[in-house]
């Protein structure tokens, strides 16, 4: 998806990361809509993606959807033993197979396991 105008460097790259057929933020903001419809947001460091997810809203003029929004990184901290909560580390300690951090894909299915 191309990233909405006058997003920093570093936002950008997060976008373009995920290497998806190039649409505006409002066309993949609406197939977002669609897809979760009244689900559950599931994410770890969710305040992370839902504050992206805003911020890409309001400089697109969109009224974000409410969604709830549940945090693995919240449920980490409460039940696993460790000083590391990025989401490799909780995956590892779960006893989960490695997997390629920040690819879209991965992290989703990593943190539905």
Known sequence: M?????????????????????????????????????SPVVAHNAAFDAGVYAAACAHEGLVPTEWEWVDSLAVAERFIDSNRRDL??????????????????????????
């Open 2 to 38: 191309e990233p909405p105008k006058g997003l920093s460097a570093q936002a950008t790259e997060q976008f373009e990361a995920g290497k998806l057929v190039a649409v505006s933020w409002a066309e993949a903001a609406e197939q977002l809509v669609r897809l979760v419809g009244t």
């Open 88 to 113: 490799p580390s909780v995956a590892h300690a779960l006893g989960l197979p490695p997997f390629s951090h920040h690819d879209a894909g991965a992290d989703a299915t990593a943190t539905a396991d």
